[in-house]
């Protein structure tokens, strides 16, 4: 498996999660000591999209197009 399919991968399981996580929200909340933020979480997840979408850029080709003068 190449590095762009593993990264498409778990971006497709990331948005997902967001999916889920924005059809189903659940209240964030604190239980003996642990704080559990859905927010942040999101946030987290968002960023992971981000990261997946900015390697799958730099898996990309690119073509440069250029001109030689004598």
Do not use: H, R
């Not at 971006?11 to 997902?16: E, G, I, M, R, V």
């Not at 003996?32 to 990261?51: A, E, H, N, P, R």
Request: aromatic share 8%; net charge negative.
């Amino acid at each position: 498996m190449s590095d762009a399919t593993s990264i498409s991968t778990i971006k497709t399981q990331t948005l997902a999660l967001i999916v889920d996580l924005t059809e189903n929200p659940k209240p964030s909340y604190n239980i003996d000591g642990q704080s559990i933020s859905w927010g942040s979480y999101l946030k987290q997840l968002q960023d992971m999209v981000v990261f997946c979408n900015e390697q799958l850029a730099n898996e990309a080709p690119v073509e440069v197009i250029s001109q030689g003068y004598t």
